[in-house]
């Protein structure tokens, strides 16, 4: 009898250990396996990178409200598109990151990076009239990349960090542009794990 508990005992202990070691590792890896846009480093310091991305097919929406809501608001009906739910089709993977763009007040633009095996022409076009299927062009962006929730607090604390990096490459900020805020998982990741970007479009500087 005192053998069987010490087994029963030791499986239990066992489910214990490896349950959050799945879930653990469900969040590390996911992220890992998912497509991302295609970039080359230009240059790179303490603070950040500049990079500089391909052309790349992009699904967008633009939404509105406080940046939380904004990015929720634009998030549910593109998942909805690539997941085929208001549209006929195949289904279309799911890529990271999900990229939020402020324009003008109050409102954003939310955007899913298309996977590169689809041609502009080989997308569905999507039955919801708010979401727009286009080709971004290349850009030269400034990249910070830090972990945590993306609460506005860490992202105002990063951006701050960002543009102090951009004074100390030779590269320039360009004039009325917003940063872009990327995240590469889902809310259900502790945020220790949670990686995010913020990406500012930038050029090279005049020393003249």
Known sequence: ??????????????????????????????PVFLETPK?????????????????????????????????????????????????????ISMTAPVMQQKKGDNNWEISFFMPSKFDINQLPISQNKNIEIITAPSIILAV??????ASTELLENKLSILIKGVEEVNYKIIPNTEPIYSYFNDPSTPGFLRKNEIMIPVEVANNN
């Open 1 to 30: 009898m005192t053998l069987i508990k010490n087994k029963m005992f030791s499986f239990i202990l066992l489910i214990i250990i490896i349950i959050p070691l799945l879930i653990l590792g469900f969040w590390v890896l996911v």
């Open 39 to 91: 970039f080359t480093i230009l240059e790179k310091n303490k603070y950040l990178q500049i990079r500089k991305y391909n052309e790349m097919n992009i699904a967008k929406i633009i939404t509105n409200g406080e940046r939380y809501d904004g990015l929720r608001k634009g998030f549910i009906p593109l998942a909805r598109y690539i997941g085929a739910k208001e549209r006929e089709g195949e289904k």
């Open 144 to 149: 910070i990349t830090f972990n945590g929730v």
